[in-house]
Nanobody, 126 residues
Framework: DVQLQASGGGLVQAGGSLRLSCAAS????????IVWFRQAPGKEREGVAC???????IYADSAKGRFTISSDNAKSTVYLQMNSLKPEDTADYYC????????????????????WGKGTQVTVSS
């Protein structure tokens, strides 16, 4: 069975940090692009960052300079280190995977994903 298990969310004060983890299983990790999405109440789901073995890392403008996506291929796990958190980062964060067919130039949208994990909640207090 395919599983994407996100963890690491929590409550943090503005300016603080959190590290999210996404543990993948049931598919060939190296063949997929792993994407972190987030969805705040009343807003659309948006891509935050993605990573693939072939195309490296891509960040949304809101994440550049503050968030770092990385992967441990041996553990089939992707991390999202979030620093300098702001109240507007408050959202449910999801990891998702899409099979890499061609070069990725932008973060794939939610509709393109093959697999989703359950979200982990991040709350940033002011």
């Amino acid at each position: 069975d395919v599983q994407l298990q996100a963890s690491g969310g929590g409550l943090v004060q503005a300016g603080g940090s959190l590290r999210l983890s996404c543990a993948a299983s049931g598919f060939t990790f190296d063949d997929y692009v792993i994407v972190w999405f987030r969805q705040a109440p009343g807003k659309e789901r948006e891509g935050v960052a993605c990573i693939s073995r072939s195309d490296g890392r891509i960040y949304a403008d809101s994440a550049k300079g503050r968030f770092t996506i990385s992967s441990d291929n041996a553990k089939s796990t992707v991390y999202l280190q979030m620093n300098s958190l702001k109240p507007e980062d408050t959202a449910d964060y999801y990891c998702a995977a899409v099979r890499r067919i061609h070069r990725i130039m932008v973060i794939p949208g939610p509709a393109a994903m093959d697999y989703w994990g359950k979200g982990t909640q991040v709350t940033v207090s002011s």
